[in-house]
C-alpha cells in the first residue's frame, strides 16, 4: 500500500478491501483508520466482508472486534450484517451469544429466519434446566404454588 502511495497511485475502496482480505485483525483496524483518513470509506459492504472473513478463518472474536468497529463508524448494520455474525456464531458453537445479536436483529424491525427460530428452540429446550426461570430466554412452562395442572377425566 505504501508503495503504491509513493508513486502517486491514489488506493480507491476496492484496492483497500483487497487489502483488507489479506490481513489480519490488526492489520484491518489500521487499514480501517487509514482509509477513513482518506476519505475511502470504510462503508457498510467493508464491514459485511471483514464479518464474513473472519467467521469463514474460524475466528468469531474478531468478528465481533469487527461488528463493534462497524459501530465506532456509525455504519448501522443490516440484515445481512446481522445474519452473518449470528450464523458464524451459531457455526461455532457460541449459541447464547448469537441468540443476543438475533434478537437485537429483531428488536430493529427485521425480519426473523425460520431456520434459526427452529435452531435456538432447540437449544433452549436441550439446556432448560439451565435456562430454566425467569428469564429472557424461559421457553419451559414453570410451575407455581399459583398454576394449576389440569388432570384427565375418564
Not at 463508524?73 to 451459531?90: F, K, S, T
Not at 430493529?108 to 426461570?133: Q, Y
Request: net charge positive.
Amino acid at each position: 500500500m505504501e508503495d503504491m502511495t509513493m508513486k502517486g497511485i491514489v488506493p480507491t475502496i476496492s484496492t483497500y478491501h483487497a487489502f483488507l482480505k489479506q490481513e489480519g485483525i490488526d492489520e484491518t483496524l489500521q487499514l480501517l483508520k487509514k482509509m477513513k483518513e482518506d476519505g475511502c470509506g470504510p462503508n457498510s459492504d467493508t464491514f459485511l466482508m471483514l464479518i464474513d472473513k473472519f467467521i469463514q478463518l474460524n475466528e468469531s472474536g474478531n468478528a465481533l472486534r469487527v461488528w463493534t468497529e462497524m459501530r465506532r463508524y456509525d455504519i448501522r448494520p443490516g440484515y445481512a450484517h446481522y445474519m452473518a455474525v449470528v450464523q458464524g456464531l451459531v457455526k461455532h458453537g457460541c449459541i447464547p451469544r448469537a441468540l443476543e445479536y438475533y434478537d437485537e436483529m429483531k428488536a430493529n424491525g427485521f425480519a426473523s429466519d425460520p431456520i434459526l427460530d427452529k435452531e435456538f428452540r432447540t437449544f433452549l429446550l436441550a439446556n432448560r434446566d439451565h435456562w430454566r426461570g425467569a428469564g429472557k430466554y424461559n421457553l419451559i412452562p414453570q410451575h407455581s404454588k399459583h398454576s394449576t395442572r389440569r388432570t384427565r377425566i375418564p
